[in-house]
């Protein structure tokens, strides 16, 4: 992998409001052949740079909400996470003294945390491949990690011990986020359809998003607050917040497709979106405002988190095709 540095991140911010503001393309993970977990996690962080199978970089022109000339420009300082001699990198996760998340080596994902200036894989007990998705501020771990029969089941690592994550009647399942008082989210396979989950201390609870075919819980904050996104019937795929038990939908303007990853205390939400040439640009969202993000140099840039300190996580694809683990701030 190159160790090319891009120079610096852009924020466009669009002052779009919600319609109630409060405050998967389908992928297979490299090392999981199973066309089942196609329905899980739309931003599958190792994939090829284009998506969507259906993807045409080509479209025809289309409302861009930046070229309506509704954007500022912010620069943000930054650096890359790339785990060493890997093939590609992601960072999906940070706290205040590691960040997290997974590399790929000849076709092999495995996840890795980055501490002390070091990097260190994390080996999953019986895996053949591995995420880390998320971190809490005292280091405890979550993640999914596929076994020797190819089945994908979600993990929380403690730093000695793992506790494997499977609802009831889980074909696959993925664990994505966990607050610091220890609640993890994410989503999970029945054979028929894909629901999130809420994973309390052993007890679990399934999320659906009213009238979704498909419903990935992707973030927690401290409050209690949870993000993600579903697939509605009619394919189409957007964002949500669930907070105090009320549903409210989050769609960049004028995007054909919203993704959600994550949520701070302050209520400042991240993820990617989609427009009709399905290029991906990051974002974040916080009262009412829209900030893209598109990172100079890269054709695709991918958000992740956005932390208390308001930096953000994610990764880029360059020119070359390469994927780069960022942070800014």
């Known amino acids: 992998m190159t160790g090319k540095l891009i120079q610096s991140l ?13 405050l998967t393309a389908q992928s297979t993970a490299p090392g999981d052949s199973s066309e089942t977990h196609r329905l899980l996690s739309f931003w599958d962080p190792l994939t090829p740079a284009n998506l969507h199978p259906t993807a045409n970089r080509n479209a025809e022109p289309h409302r861009d909400a930046v070229a309506m ?7 943000y300082q930054f650096r890359t996470v790339d785990y060493p001699a890997a093939y590609a990198s992601a960072a999906l996760d940070v706290n205040r003294g590691t960040a997290v998340g997974v590399f790929q080596n000849m076709n092999q994902s495995t996840g890795f945390y980055f501490q002390q200036n070091s990097y260190h894989s994390l080996n999953v007990p019986g895996s ?29 690592y403690d730093g000695t011990t793992f506790t494997t994550i499977n ?13 610091d008082s220890g609640v993890i989210v994410g989503d999970y396979f029945d054979s028929s359809n894909v629901h999130g989950f809420v994973f309390d201390h052993g007890a679990i609870t399934t999320i659906d998003y009213p009238g979704s075919s498909s419903t990935t819980a992707s973030g927690i904050n401290s409050k209690g607050d949870i ?6 019937s009619s394919g189409a795929r957007n964002g949500f917040l669930l907070s105090n038990g009320v549903y409210y939908p989050i769609a960049f303007p004028l995007a054909d497709t919203t993704i959600v990853e994550g949520i701070n205390d302050a209520g400042a939400i991240a993820g990617s979106f989609l427009y009709a040439d399905q290029i991906s640009h990051g974002f974040v969202y916080r009262r009412g405002v ?9 054709t695709d840039t991918y958000l992740y988190r956005v932390k208390n300190n308001g930096s953000i996580v994610g990764f880029v694809t360059d020119s070359v095709g390469e994927r780069h683990g960022v942070i800014g701030r």
């Open 69 to 75: 000339k509704l954007a500022r420009v912010k620069t």
């Open 227 to 232: 993000v993600g996104f579903y697939q509605d």
């Open 167 to 179: 609802p009831d009647g889980s074909v696959f399942t993925e664990a994505m986020d966990i607050s």
């Open 290 to 298: 829209f900030n893209q993000v598109d990172v100079d140099g890269a």
């Open 10 to 22: 852009a924020i466009l911010g669009l002052g779009m409001v919600l319609q109630a503001d409060p």
């Open 128 to 156: 053949i491949a591995s995420f880390i998705r998320g971190i809490n501020s005292t280091n405890q771990m979550v993640g999914s990690f596929t076994n020797s029969n190819g089945v994908r089941q979600g993990f929380l």
